[in-house]
């Protein structure tokens, strides 16, 4: 097993927490998860580490919210999000870890702003087939598979567009799930074929998955509890604090 110092299992069991969380009841977030795991281990350790407990958390998703998913966004999102994914492979062999990190953290503050706009003029939710939904359904999967590539930070992104669908909070969650889960399955063999994913990040795994279970189920039952009107604003906020982390 990796060494990690007391300091660092504290921060991984906090990113535990927070991946639970994330996905069964605070999407958004996972950026935070992002920054603790490479706070306690080394970048290339922690992205591998943190993938396999983000698959686990997206299991726990999938069984919580199954019927509770909008299959016709997520197929007009698909063909996005494999172009994201290409762009991504080929931005990281040009551009530094720093680099990606503030460029996906202004790209998602611009969208925020956008929101935000859109919220304060009460502009229409655009009708499912139409053009102008073709088109956020297109710019909003290839941002998110971009940026789920380069820094497993596409969280803020999907909870921009399904909030901007109109999504109540258990359809919001059951799509956000199984989106994860299909793009995180994908990049499970492309982790373990370049060496991200090995042995002795599997035993942190195994150690950390009970806390990503608990965590998860208390999410699950938070989130039946959250009216509408307190989930939209606190998944903003959470959107904002994950775009200002990656501008550090």
Not at 78 to 84: F, K, N, R, S
Not at 165 to 183: D, E, I, K, P, S
């Amino acid at each position: 097993m990796l060494a990690l110092s007391s300091t660092g299992w504290v921060l991984m069991v906090l990113c535990a927490v927070v991946v639970g969380l994330t996905k069964t009841a605070l999407p958004g977030a996972g950026t935070i998860a992002v920054g603790l795991a490479a706070a306690a281990m080394p970048a290339k350790e922690s992205t591998g580490t943190l993938l396999v407990l983000l698959i686990l958390g997206d299991l726990l998703a999938v069984a919580s919210y199954r019927r509770e998913v909008e299959w016709q966004t997520l197929r007009r999102m698909a063909p996005a999000v494999l172009v994201g994914l290409l762009l991504g492979t080929g931005y990281l062999h040009l551009a530094s870890d720093t680099a990606t990190r503030r460029v996906i953290g202004l790209v998602l503050l611009a969208m925020i702003a956008i929101t935000l706009w859109r919220r304060h003029h009460e502009a229409p939710v655009p009708p499912v087939g139409s053009r102008a939904a073709r088109l956020a359904g297109a710019g909003y999967g290839s941002m998110a598979g971009f940026t789920t590539m380069v820094a497993n930070a596409a969280g803020p992104v999907t909870s921009l567009y399904f909030l901007s669908r109109g999504f109540q909070v258990t359809r919001f969650l059951g799509t956000t799930a199984w989106f994860y889960l299909v793009v995180n399955l994908v990049k499970l063999p492309l982790s373990a074929g370049i060496g991200v994913i090995r042995p002795e990040t599997l035993w942190i795994d195994l150690v950390l998955a009970p806390v990503v279970v608990l965590s998860a189920l208390a999410g699950r039952r938070l989130a039946r509890r959250i009216p509408q009107r307190v989930f939209e604003p606190l998944v903003m906020v959470l959107t904002v604090l994950s775009a200002v982390n990656l501008l550090r």
